[in-house]
């Protein structure tokens, strides 16, 4: 299949990833994802929104535009309203993910960071599980991605996280915190995890690769790199599914 074929499938399944996160997630070359994004852009298949956040630089995240939507849907033999439901592309879904769209930028440099120890991997967003996403490794493994924002409310993450624990057993919790106070915090939350869980600042996160030793285990190991944390991650590969929206409304196409 074309590069661009299947990058209008890549982001049907992670809309609003940027170039360089799409050229590590599929694989490709980023010479390829840039023409390729290029291409379907001036086919008006993609669009581009401008992005920046305290964490990240300026960079364009693209989504599927309505033409590009039918024209997955063509590709994958689907109705437009199959397609919308099993994907995160309905109107609502387009919502949820501008509204965090400084989190899920967190979260796919995150996984961008992961494939360069473990590739190819599947991915998948959650609605209103207590994870904000899935991550399967190649060998089945599974980690469930938690970003806690700066204005969340402690009780209500709390209550969030005992959801956590009390749901699926992946191969590892990864939570995302935003200062070191609320570190210490959701580790104590996290000690009693069934599953590994592992925990770093966003910002280290972010700005760290495979090898920087930015994580730490919800009982206070010595700092671990992601790799170290991979490596940790026990054989277990929950990977819950989430009923579908019962309304698909088409998204409108966004103009930078």
């Known amino acids: 299949m074309s590069v661009e074929r ?18 590590a997630v599929s694989g490709w070359s980023r010479g390829a994802v840039y023409a390729s994004c290029a291409a379907l852009e001036e086919a008006e298949l993609v669009a581009p929104l401008p992005h920046a956040s305290e964490l990240l630089a300026p960079t364009r995240r693209y989504s599927l535009t309505r033409a590009g939507l039918r024209r997955l849907a063509a590709d994958e ?120 869980a592992f925990l770093a600042l966003e910002r280290d996160a972010v700005a760290s690769g495979l090898d920087a030793r930015v994580w730490r285990t919800a009982s206070g190991s010595p700092w671990l790199s992601l790799r170290e944390v991979l490596a940790h991650t026990a054989r277990s590969g929950a990977w819950p599914e989430e009923e579908p929206l019962g309304r698909a409304t088409v998204p409108r196409d966004l103009h930078p």
Do not use: Q
Request: aromatic share 8%.
């Open 6 to 23: 299947e990058l209008l499938r890549l982001l049907g399944a992670m809309p609003f990833l940027d170039r360089l996160e799409a050229a």
């Open 77 to 196: 033999d689907v109705g437009l309203g199959e397609l919308l439901r099993s994907r995160p592309l309905t109107a609502h879904w387009r919502r949820l993910l501008l509204e965090r769209l400084d989190g899920v930028a967190s979260i796919y440099r995150l996984t961008a960071a992961i494939t360069e120890a473990s590739w190819p991997l599947r991915f998948r967003w959650y609605r209103a599980a207590p994870m904000d996403a899935a991550i399967a490794l190649p060998d089945g493994r599974s980690l469930f991605v938690v970003r806690e924002g700066r204005t969340a409310d402690r009780t209500a993450f709390a209550k969030r996280l005992w959801r956590l624990r009390e749901g699926p057993r992946p191969g590892a919790h990864l939570l995302l915190v935003p200062d070191a106070v609320r570190l210490r915090h959701t580790a104590r939350l996290m000690a009693a995890a069934s599953a590994p």
